[in-house]
């Protein structure tokens, strides 16, 4: 007995070192640095959007190195699936969760009033969340970048790459209420600068083809805003513009890489990275979410230099070309 007692003992006691030895759920790392956990919910994997979760993961990991780690959720284009993401993301108690578009913001804001909720690669914050009273900050637990390009020197840009041009096609995802905040407010500096504008919306995927095919039997120029769907489609607009010899002004470089001419866009992977800095003072309470204004980025003057040369279009100086 007093052996088998001395054995208990020992093993008592092995089991009580190791666990002093394991680490304790505290947030703390072995270093004793705080650690955090980020939830990400992407609505559909595109470059842009790719680009911007990439710039935001970049500036955690080089602001806090070693002390983040990311849950990431891709929604498949679905916002059904962001409510499902984000509310994962609620349930583990994630100490901030990037939002990465308008469905994912907007799924975001209505899963939690708590978790710090950043947004990225969203237009406009006032229309996705519904803010009648939007002056540049959301308040709350709530704030983010914005990928709003300057509407009125994308209106002028058409002006000056065509503008021998009389009606503008706007071609844009009905569902998306960002990508349609855009087209009205194109409408109205297209129309002062002397254009008639038709808005032509498909509904999803199934339609972009013929809805661009309408728009380009109609229209001399088409203009895409920032619109997700569209930028999950590039191939089936070009296929229809190309031949139809319709050029495409577009608000963003990664749909511009695919059936655009020319477009003002910022760079999606500086957004995210923007986003990741302003994520880094929340997490270390550096910065109170609640009166971070939304952030923006400067937009470069760029154009397609494939479909300029099959379309026999030639750069206004100023642009520079996209490279691959």
Do not use: R
């Not at 978790?115 to 996705?128: M, N």
């Not at 089936?236 to 511009?256: K, L, Q, R, W, Y």
Request: glycine share 8%; hydrophobic share 40%.
């Amino acid at each position: 007995m007093k052996k088998l007692f001395a054995l208990l003992l020992a093993a008592c006691m092995v089991f009580a070192m190791a666990a002093c030895g394991e680490k304790a759920d505290t947030g703390d790392d072995n270093d004793g640095q705080k650690t955090y956990v980020v939830g990400i919910c992407q609505i559909v994997q595109h470059a842009a959007l790719d680009a911007a979760t990439q710039g935001f993961k970049d500036a955690l990991n080089e602001l806090l190195p070693g002390q983040v780690t990311f849950k990431e959720g891709n929604a498949g284009g679905d916002p059904a699936n962001c409510a499902t993401i984000v509310n994962g993301f609620v349930s583990d108690n994630v100490d901030l969760i990037l939002a990465n578009a308008t469905p994912s913001l907007t799924a975001a804001a209505s899963a939690t009033s708590t978790i710090p909720v950043l947004g990225t690669s969203v237009t406009a914050y006032g229309v996705a969340l519904d803010l009648d009273d939007f002056s540049g900050t959301v308040g709350g637990n709530i704030s983010g970048t914005s990928d709003l390009a300057d509407l009125e020197k994308q209106a002028q840009m058409i002006k000056d790459w065509f503008p021998e041009a009389k009606t503008v096609g706007m071609l844009y995802c009905s569902a998306e209420a960002n990508s349609l905040y855009q087209v009205e407010e194109m409408t109205k500096y297209l129309t002062a600068l002397g254009y008639t504008c038709q808005n032509f919306a498909f509904t999803d995927t199934n339609d972009v083809a013929s809805v661009t095919q309408a728009a380009c039997d109609a229209c001399d120029v088409l203009y895409i805003p920032t619109d997700n769907t569209a930028a999950s489609n590039t191939e089936a607009i070009a296929n229809v513009t190309v031949p139809a010899g319709v050029p495409v002004a577009v608000g963003e470089e990664g749909i511009c890489s695919g059936c655009g001419v020319c477009t003002l866009s910022i760079s999606y992977y500086d957004l995210g990275y923007t986003t990741g800095q302003m994520a880094a003072k929340v997490l270390t309470g550096e910065a109170d979410i609640s009166t971070m204004p939304i952030a923006y980025t400067e937009c470069t003057p760029k154009y397609n230099p494939a479909i300029c040369e099959a379309m026999g279009i030639t750069p206004v100086e100023g642009y520079t070309a996209i490279e691959g």
